[in-house]
T-cell receptor
């Protein structure tokens, strides 16, 4: 079955620690995205990538980093510079052909600070 | 910048119609979307509408767009308990904006017997 897999489902971060959230897709999509969701707020775009080896900052990129070495994978690192990391993180992908981009979402990772 | 606003809560009785409203500010919005999120899960695309349309129907779902007032609504006919979820309105400018969607805060729909 095609889809997007995020792991882990729950993650805990200690003070000063970097953590990496995994996102893998087998939909053969060119574009991938990371969104952050806070309670009572909409989703906010962290980073996006339209093609392998290229990515752009979204609206709230500070304290985060990404890589796109393979088409299927778009991991997100939450660095110690991100002072308020507790949130639900959603990865998505789309064909990247322009027009009405239909985003397919993973099931999310809940990150909490210890 | 772009802004998308939704009311936070809606409660309806099973079998009634639900209407979820959304307003947006970006006049260059080309596509408007409705997504559904169930607890602890990702978002699922329900439907979308191109800005040169004023209505789109898909089974129990009807989307109405008033481009002049920048108002979008989602009507769910014969609402069922399985429709209880958070509904997000989103917009994009299309073209090179790709999947850079701007989302509203989400409307929590509660369906009671």
């Amino acid at each position: 079955d095609g889809g997007i897999t995020q792991s882990p489902k729950y993650l805990f971060r200690k003070e000063g620690q970097n953590v990496t959230l995994s996102c893998e897709q087998n939909l053969n999509h060119d574009a991938m995205y990371w969104y952050r969701q806070d309670p009572g707020q909409g989703l906010r775009l962290i980073y996006y990538s339209q093609i392998v080896n290229d990515f752009q900052k979204g609206d709230i990129a500070e304290g985060y980093s990404v890589s796109r070495e393979k088409k299927e994978s778009f991991p997100l690192t939450v660095t110690s510079a991100q002072k308020n990391p507790t949130a639900f993180y959603l990865c998505a992908s789309s064909l990247g052909a322009g027009g009405a981009e239909k985003l397919f979402f993973g099931s999310g990772t809940q990150l909490s600070v210890l | 910048g772009e802004d998308v606003e939704q009311s936070l809560f809606l409660s309806v009785r099973e079998g009634d119609s639900s209407v979820i409203n959304c307003t947006y500010t970006d006049s260059s919005s080309t596509y408007l979307y409705w997504y559904k999120q169930e607890p602890g899960a990702g978002l699922q695309l329900l439907t979308y509408i191109f800005s040169n349309m004023d209505m789109k129907q898909d089974q129990r779902l009807t989307v109405l767009l008033n481009k002049k007032d920048k108002h979008l609504s989602l009507r769910i006919a014969d609402t069922q308990t399985g429709d209880s979820a958070i509904y997000f309105c989103a917009e994009s400018a299309g073209g090179t904006s790709y999947g850079k969607l701007t989302f509203g805060q989400g409307t929590i729909l509660t369906v009671h017997p």
